[in-house]
């Protein structure tokens, strides 16, 4: 397939993310409310008509029960022009092809199926068939970075050995910290929402980057690197959420040996900018209100939701594992 190669990128402003400096008398809800919004950037770009075939738009209402999650920024129609809408057994994608990474990754983890379900991992990484390879990152622009292909929609939560395999598609992927971070926190997160699942029998779970004003990118495909991971979970019985932003940095928790040397060539890798909370870190540390995810990316993330926004500390949901 011949892609047009004359891709004019026109900025028109992005969401800004101020230096943040993590202490004991400081918390991520605080930090996240400095964070000012602003428009997206915008991709002008030509595509020829076998892309805009490629374009998978459908409907997947299973995986979004609450309403597919809404761009709302000003740049929205241009968002919603260049987006892939990607349709996956176990989850959904709302992919970008200006950032290289998706908006919004959106699933519904049903208890009885998370509880009963065991597929081996199988670290088959590759670009989505579906989607233009110009359009997507590359297995060698994650080479030598110090970032992972970070799963938005994670492998764990996959029922049968097809979405597994689909879970491995890079447009399910950021570039996120490795070391204790991808492999610290953002992991035991993944499994705390898993057992929520069980423990209250349903949670729909939408997650995706967050980007400063002027955003690194590694690899030849510019690939985004986000400053920040949201992940927004709703159990729909009760209509109660718990929403998190993490940094992408390497965060020091009890179970941190030793932290990584990271890349210099991108400082949030590295001990230097390692987030310590004043003290080792747990995931409560960086429970935010929804409306905070939501003002910082310009979504709506669940628009047919009445939510109560209830939001506990401690063992937050108070799950009993």
Request: net charge positive.
């Amino acid at each position: 397939m011949k892609v047009k190669k004359n891709i004019l990128f026109t900025l028109i402003g992005v969401f800004a993310v101020l230096p943040i400096q993590v202490s004991a008398k400081s918390n991520l809800v605080d930090i996240v409310n400095q964070i000012s919004s602003g428009a997206e950037v915008v991709v002008q770009y030509q595509k020829d008509k076998k892309l805009e075939a490629n374009r998978t738009n459908q409907e997947c209402s299973e995986h979004y029960p609450m309403g597919k999650p809404l761009v709302m920024t000003q740049e929205n129609e241009k968002i919603q022009r260049r987006s892939f809408f990607l349709c996956q057994i176990n989850y959904a994608v709302q992919y970008d092809p200006a950032t290289k990474n998706p908006i919004w990754v959106s699933e519904v983890l049903n208890g009885k199926e998370q509880q009963n379900t065991f597929i081996e991992r199988v670290d088959n990484f590759q670009p989505h068939p579906m989607v233009p390879r110009p359009a997507q990152a590359s297995l060698s622009d994650y080479k030598g970075s110090k970032f992972d292909r970070g799963h938005m929609a994670p492998a764990a939560d996959m029922l049968n050995e097809k979405s597994m395999e689909e879970s491995f598609y890079l447009t399910n992927m950021v570039p996120q910290v490795g070391p204790n971070m991808n492999r610290g926190i953002w992991a035991d997160l993944e499994s705390v929402v898993r057992k929520w699942s069980i423990s209250r029998g349903q949670v729909l779970v939408i997650t995706g980057p967050i980007y400063e004003k002027q955003p690194q990118t590694i690899g030849k495909s510019n690939v985004w690197v986000p400053t920040h991971i949201y992940k927004a979970v709703l159990d729909p019985s009760s209509m109660e959420s718990l929403a998190f932003i993490i940094p992408n940095r390497q965060i020091v928790t009890r179970k941190t040996n030793s932290l990584d040397e990271g890349n210099p060539d991108y400082p949030q890798t590295t001990p230097q900018y390692a987030v310590n909370c004043g003290r080792t870190c747990i995931i409560d540390d960086f429970i935010v209100p929804l409306s905070n995810i939501e003002s910082v990316t310009g979504l709506n993330l669940f628009p047919k939701a009445n939510i109560q926004n209830k939001v506990s500390k401690g063992r937050m949901w108070n799950a009993k594992f």
